[in-house]
């Protein structure tokens, strides 16, 4: 019998070519994965009939909305994940979950390679490959675009000389990922990184500089779990599909950045991520309400080490596993409502209520019903200042 390989499908170009190519070149059966992560764009039977099309034995859709945003996006909210203080990890958080349902289709199908369609340049060859490593060590990886030198051009002459029932001549200049949790776009004119971004590079937003009215809403958290938009029960799916409605029609959520990869190379990355950035923005600060001041310095140092190894692909790692009990601990209190305006680009707090809620009114107030007694501070003051005015006395003692 010959081999059966696994082959991660987005239904683009190079992943179609890669059915045909796979089966001539490993002469095996190719089992086309397609995973539907709210990406939206072409539904998912026209990519299932294309992947048949093209000559795959099986091709298998899975919708894998909900669990995406409840145990990718949610997690990374509650970690506030911003790789380099800015990029939502978006892509970074699509890989690990396409690993498992690359390793249950092995499973159903008795694969015994996977196969995906990075370039060696990038980090989604890495998320891929780790996630492997962690859960099927004994499969094995082909990605054809890396270990068979393809470029673009080889990929249509191929794509044409099979006669492939696919698209080789519309011309996309960039490198698009996108998902629930927002878009990537790379490549073409953006490569030089004095070119500003032009309108049609978005998808997700509008333009932030349009005049329009301003939005408000309520968002409910639940021990860090988003459960409400203005008061309206939803799950973490519905509830980011319609923040990316409302966030984006206000433009909020574009990031233009120069990013460094796992691989060593600085790229040029434009995102857009409506309600990844809302929601961040929303659940910080009601964590700035709730938590207490000691686990909330501690937690940003987690935080941006959690953010880090996800970029890195180590969704399934023993430190990225340790810092998730952390950061779900933390997570007890935080629960209340944040109100937001969402305009102009931003999405900005302007009300915050917690059962949970660590703000007293009577110690915070400069008005009547103080309770903040002052004459403790000074003593307060003078001891914790003690050790910096021991040490300085001896550096003026020392010249
Ligand atoms: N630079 C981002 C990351 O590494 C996005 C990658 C998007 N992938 C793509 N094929 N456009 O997470």
Redesign the pocket.
């Known amino acids: 019998m010959s081999e059966r390989v696994i082959l991660a499908f987005s239904g683009g170009l190079d992943t179609s070519v890669a059915i045909p190519f796979l089966a001539e070149k490993m002469d095996a059966e190719v089992i086309a994965v397609a995973v539907d992560l709210g990406q939206g764009g072409e539904d998912m039977e026209a990519i299932q009939k294309r992947a048949i099309d093209c000559g795959a034995a099986e091709a298998v859709v899975v919708d894998a909305k909900e669990e995406f945003a409840a145990d990718f996006c949610v997690p990374a909210l509650q970690a506030n994940a911003l790789y380099m203080d800015r990029y939502p990890?978006l892509?970074?958080l699509s890989r690990p979950l396409i690993v498992k349902h690359l390793v249950s289709a092995a499973k159903q199908f008795g694969g015994t390679v996977v196969s995906h369609g990075c370039t060696g340049k990038?980090?989604?060859q890495v998320r891929f490959e780790a996630g492997l490593a962690a859960l099927a060590p004994e499969l094995k990886v082909v990605a054809p675009a890396r270990d068979f030198a393809w470029t673009r051009d080889k990929a249509i002459e191929f794509a044409e000389s099979k006669g492939l029932p696919i698209e080789t001549t519309k011309k996309n200049p960039f490198?698009?990922?996108q998902n629930l949790w927002g878009r990537?776009v790379?490549t073409g004119f953006l490569e030089d990184i004095w070119n500003g971004p032009t309108e049609d590079v978005y998808a997700y937003t509008a333009d932030p500089a349009t005049p329009r009215e301003p939005d408000e809403v309520v968002i409910t958290f639940d021990q860090g779990v988003p459960v409400e938009l203005d008061g309206r029960t939803l799950t973490p799916y519905q509830l980011i599909a319609e923040l990316n409605r409302r966030a984006g029609a206000q433009g909020v959520g574009r990031i233009d950045m120069v990013?460094d990869?796992l691989v060593g190379i600085k790229?040029r990355?434009v995102y857009e991520a409506p309600a990844a950035i809302a929601l961040i923005a929303a659940h910080m600060e009601l964590e700035n309400v709730t938590v207490e001041r000691d686990l909330a310095r501690f937690k940003r140092g987690a935080d941006q080490r959690w953010s880090e190894l996800v970029?890195d692909g180590l969704w399934y790692s023993p430190l990225k596993h340790a810092l998730d009990a952390l950061i779900a601990d933390a997570q007890r209190y935080v629960s209340g409502d944040i109100r937001m305006t969402l305009h102009a680009g931003k999405a900005t707090v302007t009300g915050r209520r917690s059962e949970q809620s660590l703000y007293d009114f009577s110690l915070a107030t400069y008005d009547t019903g103080d309770m903040f007694d002052q004459s403790l501070a000074k003593g307060f003051v003078q001891l914790f200042s003690l050790p910096a005015k021991i040490a300085a006395a001896r550096d003026t003692k020392n010249g």
Do not use: C, F, P
Request: hydrophobic letters at 20%; zero cysteines; glycine letters at 6%.
């Open positions: 990890l892509s970074s990038g980090n989604d490198s698009i990922d990537a790379e990013e990869r790229s990355e970029y």
